[in-house]
């Protein structure tokens, strides 16, 4: 008998919505999970293997620490995450303020993801977390959002590099509304089943595994649903190399440094430079969110 | 007493080397090692060009002509780490793989300048001995004026590679137009008198 592969029989775009759709189901049960999400696929790299806690937690960009990739883990240490609460307004019914306690006792899920870096190189990170659009349902969403903005707090006591005007603070950052409520957006609490590092964007920070690193902001006080596009840190600050997408696409470079190759953090010294897969790698679970977008217009 | 001054700072010159081959054996190369390597030698070429710039205003201050006899050396250092460099990239990173290299000296406005600033260094380096000086006779004082255009170049390089100013470019930066006004200045200032 002839076998049928299920994307045989179904039409392609039901398909993927529909694996989308099992994969979001996954989520709930983590061990199941980790199966599900893409995590890095066979066909990403065969360097599955995580990056070590060490640089996982040393080499870091936090511009709210300074500028050099060993400031924040140096100077985030005394940082205070305590008291702490996170808004979540806008376009909502009702707004809210959430503890912190509050927000950590969604169950987190180790979710293996790889970060790109938009300066060429990646890392693959074991972080504990929940789908954003957990925390999202937590409010009545009124129709008229498009966008979710996130706002990291602005505390120049502590956060050193606040004092300067490196880019425009606090750090905003932002993501279309589809993009916040995709399953793969997620909420960070930890890493390698630890309490979040103050470094990595403790207490609380999203991270999108196809986008850029820079648009998973680190520290989170304010969620904002909003009407419009936000004018997010980066984007402002050059809007010619930062697009408000920033997805990952070794097609698009950025204008000064190429994005078609990365290279791994933690690989010794002679090991190559591998290639830049779209959407970091995630192209199945996200592509049908760009879906007619011209993306080398929206970078 | 002076004629150790020059071996001393040859070999204060070789730090750079020192420290990498320490991080190197020791494994303290960090995440990135490649791109320590890199970034390390760049930036050694820049106080290398700058440390070559401040001699004659240092003459000038001091009054005193010692300065001047370091200058070559320093300059050539400078060539050195920028070879190292560009090597490093060239090799460590790219592999010489020169398909995307062509395509980021054409494209990446940061790689071209920073490239050419490294072709600039080759005539100086060539024509840095007595011997040329001689040879090239008025023509080796406005060959070697390249060296501000170089500096320039360098200092853009490092710019446009940053993801933003703050702090170590804009401190070359600072440093750089200093050095520079000390030319302008002093030349008005002997037009003057």
Redesign the interface.
Known sequence: MKKFKHSEITPEKIYHTRRSFIKSMGYGLSALSLSSVPIINAKASNLNEP?SYQ?IT??NNY?EFG?GK?DPHRRAKNFTTRPWSVKIEGEVEKSLELPIEEVLAIKSEERILKLRCV?G?SMVIPWLGFSLSELLNKVEIKPSAKFVEFETVYNPEEMVGQR?P??NWPYIEGLRLDEAMHPLTTVVTGLYGKTLPNQNGAPLRIFIPWKYGFKSAKAIVKIKLTKNMPNTAWKN?SPREYGFYSNVNPEV?H????Q??E?V??E??LA??IKTLMFNGYGDEVAHLYSGMDLKKNY | MKNYFKPAVFLLSLWPIFIITYQLFYNKLGPEPVDRIINHFGEWTLVFILLTLSMTPLRKITKSLEWIKFRRMLGLFAFFYASIHMLSYVGLDYRFDFKPLINDVLKKKFVFIGFSAWLLLIPLAITSSDRMARLLKQNWKKLHKLVYVISIFGVLHFIWLSKTIFFKPLIFLIILIILLLFRINFSKLSSKI
Not at chain 1, 255 to 258: E, K, L, Q
């Open positions: 990056t640089d040393t080499y511009y500028t060993s300066e190189w300067y490196v880019l600050a470079d204008p000064r440094w190429s078609a190759t290279r953090i933690g010794s010294i190559p430079r």
